[in-house]
DNA sequence: TTTCTGACA
DNA sequence: TGTCAGAA
């Protein structure tokens, strides 16, 4: 089966590079001001598309996601500067998750009572098998014998 | 109408 | 940071 990653560069279905935002829409979404985000961008802690002086600026979905990040982090006290180091911290993270995931997780099932997400076998012997339980709002491990 | 830059509180 | 002015 073909696999979507093949219709462009990325490997989603939406080409998410096209998705931009105006500093407006950035305000609304993530309750940011624009005179924040104009002193951000002055400070160097986020980038705007469109560089040139007295254009409008233009923001990229990843750049919106990473201004969602640092006000979480603001929220929780931490200074602006810090804030910013953790966004950055958190988009390193993300490649890495998306890649575990994508090669990792062979399906999910929907019981009754639990989902269970099929993480393949533990090892080369293939004599196991790795679940994830997701029930009553918690998460753990399930492993059984193949 | 929205956004931009610069400036003041 | 908010807000205002004057210009795109």
């Known amino acids: 089966m073909k696999m979507m990653a093949e219709l462009n560069g990325s490997d989603a279905f939406i080409d998410t590079d096209k998705l931009i935002f105006g500093i407006g829409q950035v305000q609304q979404i993530t309750g940011v001001s624009g005179r924040q985000l104009r002193y951000w961008e002055e400070q160097g802690y986020i980038q705007s598309l469109n560089q040139k002086k007295g254009a409008a600026r233009e923001y990229s979905l990843h750049t919106l996601f990473f201004v969602f990040?640092?006000?979480?982090?603001?929220?929780?006290?931490?200074?602006?500067?810090?804030?910013?180091?953790?966004?950055?911290?958190?988009?390193?993270?993300?490649?890495?998750?998306?890649?575990?995931?994508?090669?990792?997780?062979?399906?999910?099932?929907?019981?009754?009572?639990?989902?269970?997400?099929?993480?393949?076998?533990?090892?080369?012997?293939?004599?196991?098998?790795?679940?994830?339980?997701?029930?009553?709002?918690e998460t753990y491990f399930r492993i059984k014998d193949v």
């Open 69 to 137: 990040h640092v006000t979480r982090f603001l929220k929780d006290g931490f200074t602006l500067q810090a804030a910013v180091d953790k966004a950055k911290q958190f988009d390193r993270q993300l490649p890495v998750l998306r890649q575990f995931l994508r090669s990792q997780l062979k399906g999910v099932d929907f019981e009754d009572d639990e989902s269970i997400l099929d993480l393949g076998y533990v090892d080369a012997s293939h004599h196991q098998r790795i679940f994830g339980v997701v029930k009553d709002g």
